[in-house]
């Protein structure tokens, strides 16, 4: 899957945090999408506390989709 320049890696330590952390990192992505108008949102689970946030190429506008890549 290909990205764009835009992406946000988090590192959690809970379930609560990782929720909150990733509706945050949505939200952002959300913002930068719909200024772009060409991408959707793809979050990656890379670890059980690691997360990518990012544009992609591969998703079209106005969808999130996610990854698992652990």
């Known amino acids: ?19 909150g952390q990733l509706d945050a990192a949505v939200a952002t992505a959300k913002v930068r999408a719909l200024a772009e108008k060409s991408h959707g949102i793809l979050v990656t689970r890379n670890g059980v506390d690691k997360f990518t946030v ?7 506008f106005g969808l999130t989709r996610e990854h698992q890549a652990w």
């Open 1 to 19: 899957m290909t990205t764009t320049k835009f992406s946000l890696t988090l590192t959690v330590a809970d379930r609560e945090s990782m929720d």
């Open 54 to 60: 990012a544009l992609s190429d591969d998703v079209p």
